[in-house]
Nanobody, 114 residues
């Protein structure tokens, strides 16, 4: 059974940085495109960043220039480096394989204070 576990969230002031991690068990992630999503209170889950098995990346407009998605296949882990954080980045962040039926993990809460 594949399980994704997100970590690294926390409370940070505007302008600060966080690095999120997504560790997988039960499957090797290296062959999959992986993505980070977020869901703000009262909002819908939205795509933040995506990385292919070959390392190509793309980002939501809100994340461009501030966030960097990366992967360490040896550690079976995907990361999201978030810099210059803004209060509007406050959300629960999740990772998953796009368009898959994998259950969502518990996510990791990111709270950015102004």
């Amino acid at each position: 059974q594949v399980r994704l576990v997100e970590s690294g969230g926390g409370l940070v002031q505007a302008g600060g940085s966080l690095r999120l991690s997504c560790a997988a068990s039960g499957a090797r992630l290296n062959i999959y495109t992986m993505a980070w999503y977020r869901q703000a209170p009262g909002g819908q889950r939205e795509l933040v960043a995506r990385i292919t098995s070959g390392g190509s990346t793309n980002y939501a407009d809100s994340a461009k220039g501030r966030f960097t998605i990366s992967r360490d296949n040896a550690k079976n882990t995907v990361y999201l480096q978030m810099n210059s954080l803004k209060p509007e980045d406050t959300a629960v962040y999740y990772c998953n394989i796009p368009l898959s039926t994998l259950p969502w993990g518990q996510g990791t809460q990111v709270t950015v204070s102004s």
